[in-house]
């Protein structure tokens, strides 16, 4: 199954831009979707079919997908964007729903 | 609103079954994937299996020879059944519904020990 690796942790100071990537083998013929979870909560959808925005979500979150890696960035970072995100892919094998290792922001 | 609540022991000893139960308010449980997910604590995201609403189930291979799943339509909730615990089962559980690619609403978790 795929592997979909994202780095441990990202450090962005407030009103910059954080970019969170997720890599994973021909990663750009899929469709990647991004979640947030702050702690002591749910996951919550932010991005998905790689730039797509669900209702809600601010237009500072966006995403990319090419080559071997899908990035999420997240524009003018407030300190509520202070959470674990993690990419997921879905693949029509046995094993369709591959989460990403996660990535820890923190707000500086 | 589409709100998931997740519900069952909190604690159950080793190798007996855990058993959790998902009430879906705000849709009704006939369309979309019904999804049960796990995370241990500071680890990542597990998808268990789903099930959908004529009954058709899918399943993690790693988990699939002790997961069942079921739904009822008259409640508009569904259910998880995993047997044979240890405490490597020990985590935060989810529920979450999806067209079938994606999570787009999730429950608010319910964390299950196993231990005796």
């Known amino acids: 199954s795929d592997v979909l690796t994202q780095p441990p942790s990202v450090s962005v100071a407030p009103g910059q831009t954080a970019s969170i990537t997720c890599g994973g083998d021909k990663i750009r013929i899929k469709s990647v979707h991004w979640y947030q979870q702050k702690p002591g909560q749910a996951p919550a959808l932010v991005v998905y079919d790689d730039a797509a925005r669900p209702p809600g979500v601010p237009e500072r979150f966006s995403g990319s997908n090419s080559g071997n890696t899908a990035t999420l960035i997240i524009s003018r970072v407030e300190a509520g964007d202070e959470a674990d995100y993690y990419c997921?892919?879905?693949?029509?094998?046995?094993?369709?729903?591959?989460f990403g290792t996660g990535t820890k922001v923190t707000v500086l | 609103q589409v709100q998931l609540q997740e519900s069952g022991p909190g604690l159950v000893k080793p190798s007996e079954t855990l058993s959790l139960t998902c009430t879906v308010s705000g849709d009704s449980i006939t369309t979309y994937y019904w999804s049960w997910l796990r995370q241990p604590a500071g680890k990542g995201l597990e998808w268990i299996g789903r099930?959908?609403?004529?009954?058709?189930?899918d399943y993690s291979p790693s988990l699939k020879s002790r997961v069942s799943m079921s739904i009822d339509r008259s409640k508009n909730h569904f259910s998880l059944r995993l047997n044979s615990v240890t405490a490597a089962d020990t985590a935060v559980y989810y529920c979450?519904?999806?067209?079938?690619?994606?999570?787009?609403?999730w429950g608010q978790g319910t964390l299950v020990t196993v231990s005796s």
């Open positions: 099930i959908y609403s004529t009954g058709t189930t």
């Open positions: 997921q892919v879905w693949d029509s094998g046995s094993d369709p729903y591959v």
């Open positions: 979450a519904r999806g067209p079938s690619a994606l999570f787009e609403y």
